[in-house]
């Protein structure tokens, strides 16, 4: 996705007005009270005391007991740099800069102290929530004079309406008709770089629904690709499926704001780039999962519907909880993944075969350590007592994780190996030696792809990687040619 670049106009008045600038949506891309009260989903205490809070001092009481308890990473903000260019612009030409903002002080005094480019502080505290009018006030109080105010939201169109000069960054509908309405005050306009639509199918990760293809296993090693009907089931479990992991992951993003701020490559996503407001995300991840889910139920079947939704409870637990302990959570990961082929099994009434959920296991969890030696790896200069945010694993694990990946890997092999040897496959293959053929390559990927891994080549997900490495693809047609081919051929001796 492109990203729009910004309108900027700069303001040609005298330098003698007092910047007043906005928190929320305008020096940072994001809400922080909204990211607070969303990181309470994982501490009880911290939610109960919230609601403690607010119900004894309403919203204000509810900033201060979330600024306490769930302080954000200051450091790590999205903060707009078009917007620090100005205010470094404004102080340069002379101009006192005030941040105004309805976030709590502790926090509005945190980041001012970080920045280093604000002369004052007007924030909420207890018993006085700072937004809108009692803004507007507080900086009439402070200025005493004519003013230039930077904003974003609808809550600031009376503050705007009573400067001398006005700036909008990102602003919302509301905030774009007030800017309308007297144009000559504009100083400055700043536009989004994403759209929130654009922001939420990003966030959506359609890229990842490949994963899903998955459901259609259990079809092709039945053999029953020729089965409209069967088809038809797997294609309605692959569209359910891609659905509900899509709300999954609008979910896991918004609770790892934190954690993904700190990522070389993942702070880049919506949520942690403050491009989508996490209110817009936990609506479209209900939507979601709740639909899907009912669709699952409605247009396939009760067992798929039920399977789906119990991946929906282990991959929430595996958000919330699970991910924070090493092994349950490469375990989980395997789990998930195995859960597709389960789920097409029950959409489509194709019992799964045993040496296939065992070969999976393995194999999906060499991926899954392989995902946390390459987050563990980027960490190389760190100290060896240093944990993986959010994760618990230390730098000095390396090679243990290492270690682990390669032998799950040797085992889905091995595993792969009794499966072509088993009588199994004499029931529906009329030359199962063929399947043997199927072992090297398999060795050939595996251990490719580890060895890339250690040289840093693989990305952030190996299963993504997979899908977009060439080698990878010709890998999977080379699979999928050997099993068509033991299947249709006939045996040697019928062809004498």
């Not at 100005?86 to 340069?92: N, S, V």
């Not at 503050?159 to 774009?176: D, K, L, M, N, T």
């Not at 375990?331 to 040496?355: F, K, N």
Request: hydrophobic share 50%; glycine share 6%; net charge neutral.
């Amino acid at each position: 996705m492109n990203a729009m670049p910004p309108i900027v106009s700069k303001s040609t008045l005298s330098t003698g007005l007092d910047l007043f600038v906005d928190l929320d949506g305008t020096l940072i891309a994001g809400d922080i009270a909204e990211e607070s009260l969303a990181r309470t989903a994982r501490n009880w205490r911290a939610f109960v005391a919230a609601a403690q809070s607010y119900s004894a001092g309403g919203l204000s009481g509810l900033k201060r007991s979330l600024a306490t308890s769930m302080p954000p990473d200051v450091t790590n903000l999205p903060f707009r740099e078009d917007v620090l260019d100005y205010i470094r612009g404004a102080r340069a030409a002379g101009r006192r800069v005030v941040l105004a903002t309805a976030a709590d002080k502790q926090i509005a005094v945190a980041v001012a102290d970080h920045l280093g480019l604000f002369d004052a502080v007007i924030a909420s505290e207890p018993g006085r929530n700072m937004k809108g009018e009692a803004k507007l006030h507080a900086i009439q109080d402070m200025a005493a004079g004519p003013f230039e105010y930077l904003g974003d939201s609808a809550a600031d169109v009376p503050i705007w309406q009573a400067a001398e000069r006005s700036g909008f960054v990102a602003p919302s509908a509301q905030a774009r008709h007030e800017m309308k309405r007297d144009p000559g005050s504009v100083s400055l306009h700043i536009e989004p770089s994403i759209s929130q639509g654009k922001a939420l199918m990003k966030a959506m990760r359609p890229h990842q629904w490949a994963k899903n293809v998955l459901v259609f296993v259990p079809i092709l090693f039945a053999h029953e690709y020729v089965d409209p009907g069967v088809l038809l089931a797997g294609l309605m479990a692959f569209v359910c499926f891609s659905l509900c992991a899509s709300g999954v992951y609008l979910v896991n993003d918004i609770i790892d704001i934190e954690a993904d701020r700190k990522h070389a490559t993942k702070h880049k996503r919506p949520f942690a780039a403050g491009h989508l407001s996490i209110r817009r995300g936990l609506l479209a991840a209900g939507a979601l999962l709740g639909g899907s889910v009912l669709a699952a139920f409605a247009f396939v079947n009760v067992l798929f519907g039920l399977v789906l939704a119990s991946y929906a409870v282990l991959t929430t637990a595996y958000t919330f909880c699970l991910k924070r302990y090493s092994t349950v959570d490469v375990v989980a990961l395997s789990l998930l993944y195995t859960w597709r082929i389960l789920a097409g099994s029950a959409a489509t009434a194709l019992a799964p075969s045993p040496w296939l959920l065992s070969y999976s296991l393995f194999f999906f969890l060499s991926l899954a350590y392989m995902k946390r030696y390459i987050e563990i790896d980027a960490m190389k200069t760190a100290d060896e007592d240093e944990k993986l945010p959010s994760r618990n694993y230390y730098a000095s694990e390396v090679q243990l994780v290492l270690t682990f990946g390669i032998a799950n890997g040797a085992l889905s092999v091995l595993t792969l190996a009794q499966y072509v040897n088993s009588t199994s496959v004499e029931q529906f293959y009329s030359m199962p030696f063929l399947l043997w053929l199927i072992v090297p390559v398999m060795m050939f990927w595996i251990y490719r792809t580890w060895t890339w891994a250690s040289r840093g080549k693989i990305g952030d997900d190996p299963v993504v990687f997979a899908l977009k490495d060439r080698i990878s693809r010709i890998c999977v047609g080379i699979v999928l040619l050997i099993i068509i081919a033991a299947r249709v051929l006939p045996q040697p001796g019928g062809l004498l």
